[in-house]
């Protein structure tokens, strides 16, 4: 694998970084304690910026994560519970503060743009000093599915260092040897068989040093991790105790509507804002700039939702609809179609010498797929509550990345950072809309008018669908070469598109983007399969359309393009997809076991059954590596009567390293096959004159359940740390199901949402 730019931009920031940090700084595996001692209740003790423990026994585990609905919260706990050997029933949870040892390391690791079978010790270094710099001065984010491999290490180290300490107070008090003591389910155990509470010993405990190395358990004792574990936060969400952002309500509340200019990125040119300060209710009337990445418009804050509503409805804005006034979603297509078709782009990976192999092949098929824009419809639409009063600030919001969130309020309000408070509430789905903080910029912004009282910015449904930061769209063209025996020789993929990265670096840091991106071209480029003579590349075209992190990110489009053309290689070749597949991953068993499961689970090579009504069914089969996971899955698919595209079964196999928690593991895979088969059967975001089209769930629609396949999931048992499991599911449902529909009826679709002819 060839260096790449990037990797060198990377590389250099890291060693300055590290440089300006000094060698002897903390190195990232040390990540127990905060600069400041957790807030704690009376009672209660905290044993590191991880643990806390009262005087009952019952155990509090601070989280760094945001819980979204992929079931963190238990996962995390899990982790520390099983080494501090915590009663179970006792474990709690709440939000971290901010601080630098909940930053988020392996994202950023696992971003480096390097195929993931380059190994040398270069790569080793790179990854120290990205780590080691990340530790330092990165952010809190969740996201990337990287929140259990990303605390793997040290949740289990804060729970074994409390485990440590409480036996050491436990052994001072009976006068023997900690050596000589157990622990189990929230109790020390003496040798004689007496026992002592963490409760009980929790004051004294904390006392203790705490251990520089504290001792893991070798996986054979595991006793919570690798168990199938109901979720410790539903329980708050059935009896309506669990706060989202939405439901934050400080005393005095004030609500705000914004009416936002229809044009995205424009703003209010005027506005008369008689019409609304003559309505009952309204306390202000702001106009709100675009702020980061977002949109302008006017505000109005009222002392009732609904007031505020049609307050902002009655306003008179004459609108300024800035750069994006001419900007058209199919016009953007067809600019990267030219490109992947005129430009060579950035290689992000290079074997063998594609264009003497392609000249020289004995057959060649070539193929254009495209994917458009997509809009993340959680189904909390954007809100955000902030308190501002002078010289410091409150923010409850639901978001996955707290000190950014907590750096745009700041910034909205002329404040320091450290002078803003930031509450996280759980979040009603996020899907990388939350990573961006223009929605909170916007609320600090209005809250400013209205000095200290609590205002909560809450947009509608339309505005949320038409103000978002889109996935973005991307067209991929592909050739191949067959030799005289039909055997693969070249691969050559072109894809084009926005760049996310550099334009969220601009946004949220105010820094110049630049260099390739590698979420541009991942799932294209970083794949098990061992190409022949292959060139894969991106043609980044920059566009004003601010675009966003999107469940699954690069991989949700690239995963479509590429095994969609992968089929078509192994129709070419006159082979079985599956055996195709087989023999381009010969050198890479992981792939191959998972890909054989699911085909064996789905009964590949056997007749599909007929559907309920008697129909013809098909299969179809797609592979895909995304955050370190393997994913393979089967769709069978049937036509209704009006050719309405029905998927009945979905087989879904996996090997995510170590399973945490397999029953939360299985919830994500099935929760990601629905997500993105609303994408492959319905989604996509038109744009005209710098308006977006479709406005509500009824012309933006999801997977229903009568239209909901089975899902059956298979979990292989990985050999390693835990890998990412909120978005690998999500990329090959869409080829898995073009593929089948192929196979039933000869059509190949290569475009997104998938329509028939």
């Known amino acids: 694998m060839a260096s790449t730019r990037r990797t060198v931009i990377l590389g250099t920031l890291g060693a300055a970084g590290a440089l300006a940090i000094g060698w002897g700084v903390l190195p990232p595996r040390q990540r127990l304690n905060t600069a400041q001692a957790l807030p704690t209740a009376e009672g209660e003790v905290a044993f590191n910026g991880w643990v806390k423990i009262a005087r009952d026994g019952a155990v509090t585990v601070t989280l760094a994560k945001s819980e979204m609905g992929q079931g963190v919260v238990t996962s995390l706990c899990m982790l520390l519970a099983e080494e501090l050997d915590a009663d179970w029933s006792r474990v709690r949870w709440q939000p971290s503060p901010i601080d630098k040892i909940f930053n988020n390391i392996s994202t950023v690791v696992d971003g480096l743009p390097v195929h993931p079978d380059t190994d040398n010790a270069a790569l080793d ?56 003591c157990g622990t189990e389910n929230g109790e020390v155990i003496a040798p004689d068989g007496r026992r002592l509470g ?18 893991l358990k070798p996986p054979e004792r ?35 509507s914004v009416k936002m200019c229809p044009t995205l990125g424009g703003r209010a040119q005027r506005f008369n804002d008689a019409p609304a300060r003559a309505l009952p209710g309204v306390k202000a009337v702001v106009g709100v700039e675009p702020l980061r990445g977002g949109t302008g418009g006017v505000a109005v804050v009222a002392d009732h939702p609904w007031r505020a509503r049609k307050a902002a409805d009655a306003l008179d804005v004459t609108w300024a609809h800035g750069e994006l006034a001419s900007f058209g979603s199919a016009a953007a297509l067809e600019r990267f179609a030219q490109a992947a078709r005129s430009e060579k782009g950035y290689a992000f990976f290079e074997t063998g010498e594609v264009e003497p192999a392609l000249a020289g092949a004995a057959t060649r098929i070539e193929a254009e797929y495209r994917a458009p824009y997509l809009a993340h419809a959680a189904l909390e639409p954007i809100n955000a509550t902030v308190l501002f009063e002078g010289n410091k600030a409150t ?118 983007g630049g260099g390739p991106d590698k979420t541009a071209s991942e799932g294209a480029f970083d794949q098990a399969y061992e190409w022949p003579a292959a060139r894969i590349a991106h043609v980044a075209v920059a566009l004003p359309l601010q675009v966003g992190f999107w469940r699954s990110v690069g991989h949700s489009h690239q995963a479509f393009f590429k095994e969609g053309f992968v089929d078509e290689c192994a129709h070419a070749a006159g082979q079985d997809p599956l055996a195709f597949r087989e023999a381009l991953l010969q050198k890479h068993p992981k792939q191959l076991a998972v890909l054989r499961a699911v085909a064996k689970a789905a009964g590949w090579g056997t007749p599909s059954p007929a559907a309920p009504d008697g129909a013809k069914t098909a299969r179809g089969i797609a592979l895909h590596d995304s955050f370190g996971s393997t994913v393979a899955q089967v769709a069978e698919v049937s036509l209704g009567p009006d050719k309405a595209i029905r998927v009945h079964r979905v087989w879904c196999a996996i090997d995510c390293g170590l399973a945490v928690n397999p029953a939360g593991i299985r919830q994500q895979l099935e929760g990601a096959v629905v997500f993105g088969l609303s994408a492959a059967l319905h989604g996509g975001v038109e744009i005209v004159d710098g308006q977006v089209q479709p406005s509500n769930f009824h012309d933006q629609p999801i997977v229903r359940l009568a239209e909901a396949p089975r899902v059956e999931c298979l979990i292989l048992p990985g050999k390693g740390q835990p890998e990412g499991v909120g978005e690998p599911g999500v990329p090959p449902i869409a080829p898995a199901v073009a593929n089948a529909l192929f196979a039933l009826t000869g059509q190949r679709l290569r475009s997104l949402p998938l329509k028939l002819a």
């Open 395 to 512: 923010v409850w919001v639901s978001t996955q990345v707290p000190g950014l969130a907590r750096s745009a309020a700041a910034q909205a309000l002329g404040l320091p950072d450290e002078a803003v408070t930031v509450n996280v509430m759980l979040l009603g789905g996020g899907f990388g809309r939350r990573l961006e903080t223009d929605f909170i910029a916007q609320a600090a912004a209005i809250a400013k008018a209205v000095p200290g009282q609590p205002v909560q910015t809450l947009w509608s449904r339309e505005q949320d669908t038409r103000h978002d930061l889109y996935r973005p769209a991307c067209v991929a063209r592909f050739e191949a070469g067959f030799d005289a025996d039909r055997r693969l020789v070249a691969w050559k993929n072109t894809s084009a598109g926005q760049a996310i990265v550099p334009q969220v670096l601009t946004r949220a840091f105010g820094l110049p």
């Open 222 to 256: 595991h006793r919570l991790i690798g168990q199938p574990t109901r979720r410790i936060d539903t329980p708050g969400k059935i009896d309506g105790s669990a706060r989202f952002g939405i439901d934050a309500l400080p005393e005095g509340l004030l609500y705000a």
């Open 198 to 215: 963490y409760g009980a010993l929790a004051a004294a405990a904390a006392q203790q040093k705490m251990p520089a190395s504290p001792k």
């Open 125 to 180: 270094v790179l990854k120290w000093l990205t780590a080691k710099t990340m530790r330092e001065v990165g952010v809190m984010m969740t996201g990337g599915s990287s929140s259990v491999k990303d605390l793997w290490l040290p949740m289990r180290q804060a729970g074994a260092a409390a485990r440590e300490m409480l036996v050491a107070a436990a052994a001072a008090q009976w006068g023997v040897a900690a050596a000589d």
